[in-house]
């Protein structure tokens, strides 16, 4: 019993002196978050898929042709301009084991992009 330490400290440091250290530490971090801005100049625009129009179009016609759905070429475009592939093929997979795989296709999709 003779090795423990007072009430008034912690690891055998003052509770005052403690407590004033860790406030100097708090109060010297820094956010990391502070150079995002720097990193990331247009972070704005990270997530958009940009493709050519020949791209566009050849992912809305595999998409006409595996659902069968000609009427919806222009959603599929808008589909193929907004998504990623893996999202857009992802939900194709999906979509096929439903019920409705052109309704739920549409349904996914719109699901995605808001």
Excluded at 83 to 88: A, G
């Amino acid at each position: 019993m003779k090795n423990k330490p007072k009430d008034d400290t912690f690891l055998g440091v003052s509770w005052s002196m403690f407590m004033t250290s860790l406030s100097n530490l708090l109060s010297e971090r820094h956010n990391v978050n502070d150079n995002v801005g720097k990193a990331l100049p247009n972070n704005d625009n990270v997530n958009i898929v940009r493709r050519t129009k020949g791209e566009v179009d050849a992912i809305a016609d595999k998409l006409v042709t595996e659902l069968n759905n000609p009427g919806a070429r222009l959603f599929y475009c808008k589909v193929a301009w907004t998504l990623s592939e893996s999202d857009i093929y992802k939900n194709l997979e999906i979509a096929k084991m439903g019920r409705n795989p052109q309704k739920y296709f549409s349904w996914l999709c719109k699901h995605n992009m808001k």
